[in-house]
């Protein structure tokens, strides 16, 4: 018997062809004490930091390290130059959700 996962439930999504298309919800790694001054709602930047990183940052500062199932995908569609947003779903003391998406 194979192991099958449901997509649905792994909260990621790619809605059209395009592979860079991605929506997904992920939790940041490595969070930051900066977390305490967002809130739901608050609108980061996805980014790619110096050491290759995928990072979400805003006004505050940094969040911490955004590392969903397709790290390597949103990566390359960073590289080719698609811009993404991360809308803060769930915060709290030391965790944070985010939903990572191409900024329109």
Do not use: F
């Not at 999504?13 to 940041?28: P, Q, V």
């Not at 569609?77 to 998406?101: L, N, Q, S």
């Amino acid at each position: 018997m194979g192991y099958t996962r449901d997509l649905a439930s792994a909260s990621e999504n790619i809605s059209s062809g395009d592979d860079c298309d991605i929506d997904i919800k992920t939790h940041l790694k490595s969070v930051q004490s900066s977390i305490a001054k967002y809130s739901i709602g608050d609108v980061l930047i996805v980014q790619l930091d110096d050491l290759k990183r995928i990072i979400a940052i805003g006004n505050h500062g940094l969040c911490g390290i955004i590392s969903p199932i397709n790290v390597v995908q949103l990566k390359n569609c960073i590289t080719k130059g698609k811009e993404y947003i991360a809308v803060v779903t769930d915060i709290g003391a030391t965790h944070c959700e985010v939903r990572v998406k191409l900024k329109l």
